[in-house]
């Protein structure tokens, strides 16, 4: 009994020092304070005014008018009242539009045929082409919602002119009503801005970068020191392996938390960013976010053997991370071997329930998936940092 007692209190000795140490690894190192406080203090603001404002408004559009007519200038005038375009002129021809859309003078051509005006005033269908430049899909987006608007409006105005020519009244129209009425209600981003859809989700991205960009500094500096010491760390814990996992881990959610707070509710109050979930969810969500993170971030800092090598975890991770989330691509789309790829990633349960829960008003009983396998996660990565702490221990520290 007096055995198990022992060993008891030697495993909490030793989580404490290596709690303790890791707070030192931390707070002495000007790099690890830049992973752990600077980046998710400064890249959240940096990306959330890059992002502003978060509509396109007044995307250049040139006219190639065949038509000249009455008619097609007022189309024209009701394109150019929408937000989302601005007319920048007008052009002879194609070959003219395609000219000035290369040279990036505008980002799209529309082309009035010449038999427009003759066509609405037969009650037929007139057919206007728009050609649009692909290079970003956000101006396509803007384009079809400012053309969809027109073209309801404008062929609104032709029954009202057509009811008015056969003698009836224009308000009859307006009493008959729509046939279908759309009403469109935008959950979780009712501005349809740009930073209001992505940073939710990019602020879980910036969390988990910073623990693991730590993390991996911190074992790069203490591999460093192992080689100048000839094998030894003078500033390592001797600790059994489950400990010192438990300990690091602790020391990383611990210092997270506050920057949790700035990051996901004091970022989105600043910059006005959706923020329906509550308080109490989201930060019950996040906590096994964090330690699933840390885990995952000690998982991978046995193969960093130098402190700039923590940099190439940057370039290699932040885009690959970023798509496997399913925030630019939705997860359902993708093939079974990157959707297994992205379920081993703590940050693509942690986007998907936390968007949900903040953007969505989602419980936490409803996003249980996405929590429950943050658990799991928590717990496979812990097995396998503690596998890993046990067998690559510098021998001077074995017991």
Known sequence: ??????????????????????????????????????LPTVYPLVYALIYNPELIRDVAVVVVDNSRTAESRHLVRMLDATEPVGIVGY?????????AMHEKKCYGVVEIPADYARRIGRGETANVSFYCDMSLLLRYRQFTMALTQVQIAAGAEIQQRTLADLGLPAAALASQGAPLNVSQQFVGDPSQGFSSFIMPGILMLILQQSVVLGACMIAGAASERRRRNGGFDPLGID??????????????????LPMVIY????????????????????????????????????????????????????????????FLSGLTWPRYAMSGPWQLIGACVPATWGVQGFVHINSDNASLALQSASYTNLWIL??????????????????????
């Open 378 to 399: 928590t717990a496979v990565y812990f097995v396998a940092a503690s596998i890993i702490f046990r067998f690559h221990r510098p021998k001077r520290l074995k017991a």
């Open 239 to 256: 600790a059994p392996a489950t400990a010192t996992v438990v300990g690091k881990t602790l020391c990383y959610v611990a210092i997270m």
């Open 91 to 99: 052009a002879a021809n194609k070959a003219e539009a395609k000219r």
């Open 263 to 322: 990051t996901l509710h004091v970022v989105p109050w600043i910059f006005k960013f959706p923020a329906y979930g509550s308080i109490v969810d989201e930060l019950l969500f996040v906590v096994p976010y964090l330690l699933a993170v840390s885990v995952f971030g000690l998982s991978l800092s046995v193969f960093v053997t130098e402190r700039e090598s923590s940099f190439l975890v940057i370039v290699f991770t932040s885009v690959i991370f970023l």
């Open 1 to 38: 009994m007096m055995k198990i007692l022992n060993m008891l209190s030697g495993w909490f000795v030793g989580l404490f020092r290596v709690w303790r140490r890791e707070f030192s690894h931390v707070f002495r190192d000007q790099g690890v304070m830049l992973f752990f406080l600077a």
